[in-house]
């Protein structure tokens, strides 16, 4: 694997956090920082988004409890997908890719950040709460 131009997790505060806390501390972009390094950054928010969102959203589901057996799935070597999802290494457009065509659309809102962020999470809140609404209620016997 070559030597990367930057690690992921290094942007991190606490670099063990990535993939892992659903909102970690980052470092802040500095004035003397170049655009190359806020787009590393920027780029390391979404990977972590993702990574995050696989960890504790898609793999929570039974059938999907080891990161070797998503390895397998997305046709990808074990240790290269455990350092993607660690951030040790970059996420590749094509890791994107195969993650969404398993995972589907839901990938999208793990990546969104901001207004559009707030906006889907309410909606998708709103969602839930009537679909519980009409859900049959539990009572004992």
């Given at each position: 694997?070559?030597?990367?131009r930057?690690?992921?997790?290094?942007?991190?505060?606490?670099?063990?956090?990535?993939?892992?806390?659903?909102?970690?501390?980052?470092?802040?972009?500095?004035?003397?920082?170049?655009?190359?390094k806020?787009?590393?950054?920027?780029?390391?928010?979404?990977?972590?988004?993702?990574?995050?969102?696989?960890?504790?959203?898609?793999?929570?589901?039974?059938?999907?409890?080891?990161?070797?057996?998503?390895?397998?799935?997305?046709?990808?070597?074990?240790?290269?997908?455990?350092?993607?999802l660690s951030?040790?290494?970059?996420?590749?457009?094509?890791?994107?890719?195969?993650?969404?065509?398993?995972?589907?659309?839901?990938?999208?809102?793990?990546?969104?950040?901001?207004?559009?962020?707030?906006y889907?999470?309410?909606?998708?809140?709103?969602?839930?709460?009537k679909?519980?609404?009409?859900?049959?209620?539990?009572?004992?016997?």
């Amino acid at each position: 694997m070559s030597d990367p131009r930057y690690v992921p997790r290094d942007f991190l505060i606490e670099p063990r956090d990535f993939g892992r806390s659903p909102s970690p501390r980052w470092q802040r972009a500095e004035d003397d920082w170049t655009l190359e390094k806020r787009a590393q950054l920027d780029a390391s928010i979404s990977q972590h988004q993702i990574s995050y969102g696989v960890r504790e959203r898609y793999m929570q589901k039974p059938r999907m409890t080891k990161i070797t057996d998503l390895a397998v799935e997305l046709e990808v070597e074990y240790y290269r997908l455990q350092k993607m999802l660690s951030g040790q290494i970059v996420m590749q457009m094509v890791d994107l890719a195969r993650l969404r065509l398993l995972i589907g659309p839901r990938l999208d809102y793990w990546m969104m950040r901001g207004e559009n962020a707030e906006y889907i999470r309410a909606q998708e809140r709103e969602l839930h709460r009537k679909k519980m609404s009409r859900a049959p209620r539990w009572s004992p016997v």
